[in-house]
């Protein structure tokens, strides 16, 4: 079944204890990006890779890093995660578009981190 | 910057009632619109697209059509079931030749309640 995974699903931890939550997609996808859904702001582009290597920011990338070692993988890491980093994040992904097409963007179930 | 403001809700209808939320946008150019839906605890599923003035997009019922002259895409469906309880986000991208950041910009999402 074409997906992507995401783990955990929900994750508690502590101000400044490092984490990581993962993001596989099985479907040979170029793209690949992270957003965080907030309350009242909708959903706001974190972090996104074109392809293996090849990161770069979103609209909110402070607190956040990514790495892009695989096709297939792209992992989140909060080195030192604060309170306001409270949030459900999705990853989503997609095969590259050419210039007068759109390839739809495949989400994940979501990741509802506390940070306390 | 690219913005899209849509109805915030909620919205409450009985089954089989008229939806309709409203969705306007800025942005350059001509960007696609898209009405992605979430239904509970999962993540974000693409309804329909537009990519292009004039454009209707539709899927399950649902429609919208792509107003470059209003620069709006209003949801519509002319029988709501109590399955379409959802929250419902309208959002833009812009294709980029060569590949880039096919970032989707988010309106905050609707919540829709559809009782029997």
């Known amino acids: 079944e074409a997906q992507v995974t995401q783990n955990p699903r929900y994750l508690i931890t502590v101000t400044g204890k490092k984490l990581t939550v993962t993001c596989s997609q099985n479907?040979?996808?170029?793209?690949m990006s992270w957003y965080r859904q907030d309350p009242g702001l909708g959903l706001r582009q974190i972090y996104y890779?074109?392809?293996?290597?090849?990161?770069d920011k979103g609209d909110v990338p402070e607190g956040y890093k990514v790495s892009r070692k695989e096709k297939r993988n792209f992992p989140l890491i909060l080195e030192s995660p604060s309170p306001n980093q409270t949030s459900l994040y999705f990853c989503?992904?997609?095969?590259?578009?050419?210039?007068?097409?759109?390839?739809?963007?495949?989400f994940g179930p979501g990741t509802r981190l506390t940070v306390l | 910057g690219d913005s899209v403001t849509q109805m915030e809700g909620p919205v409450t209808l009985s089954e089989e009632a008229f939806l309709t939320i409203n969705c306007t946008y800025t942005?350059?150019?001509?960007?696609?619109l898209f009405w992605y839906v979430q239904y509970p605890g999962e993540g974000l599923q693409l309804l329909l697209k537009?990519?292009?003035?004039?454009d209707k997009g539709s899927n399950k019922g649902f429609e919208a059509t792509y107003r470059k002259e209003t620069t709006s895409f209003h949801l519509e469906k002319g029988s709501v079931q109590v399955s379409d309880s959802a929250v419902y986000f309208c959002?833009?991208?812009?294709?980029?030749?060569?590949?880039?950041?096919?970032?989707?910009?988010f309106g905050k999402g609707t919540l829709l309640t559809v009782n029997p």
């Open positions: 959002a833009l991208s812009h294709i980029r030749s060569g590949g880039s950041n096919y970032k989707l910009t």
């Open positions: 890779s074109m392809n293996v290597e090849v990161t």
């Open positions: 537009a990519t292009k003035a004039d």
């Open positions: 479907m040979n996808h170029e793209y």
């Open positions: 989503a992904s997609s095969l590259a578009s050419g210039r007068l097409s759109y390839n739809e963007q495949f």
């Open positions: 942005a350059t150019g001509y960007p696609s």
